[in-house]
């Protein structure tokens, strides 16, 4: 063999090395990735469950403030029908 062939063979052999340990270190990384992930995920889902009880009780305010406001106007309504009417 000469020293072209035994450069390529050499050469082959490294590809092959620096694949296989780039397939390695991908297979050590993705749990990692994967846990991370995860992470993020259930952070985003309770910053959204948050928020939407925050927006739950606003509405659930502002509705009893508007029923509170209706009730008291018909009160008042009626009393003053009564006012007129004898």
């Not at 009160?75 to 029908?81: A, D, F, P």
Request: positive net charge; glycine residues 16%; hydrophobic residues 45%.
């Amino acid at each position: 063999m000469d020293s072209k062939q035994k450069m390529g063979i050499a050469g082959a052999g490294l590809l092959v090395l620096g694949t296989g340990l780039s397939l390695l270190g991908a297979a050590l990384l993705t749990p990692i990735f994967a846990g991370w992930a995860a992470a993020w995920a259930q952070k985003g889902t309770a910053r959204l469950t948050a928020s939407g009880e925050r927006a739950s009780q606003t509405i659930g305010t502002v509705a009893g403030t508007l029923h509170r406001s209706f009730r008291e106007a018909a009160r008042t309504g009626i009393s003053e029908i009564r006012k007129i009417n004898g």
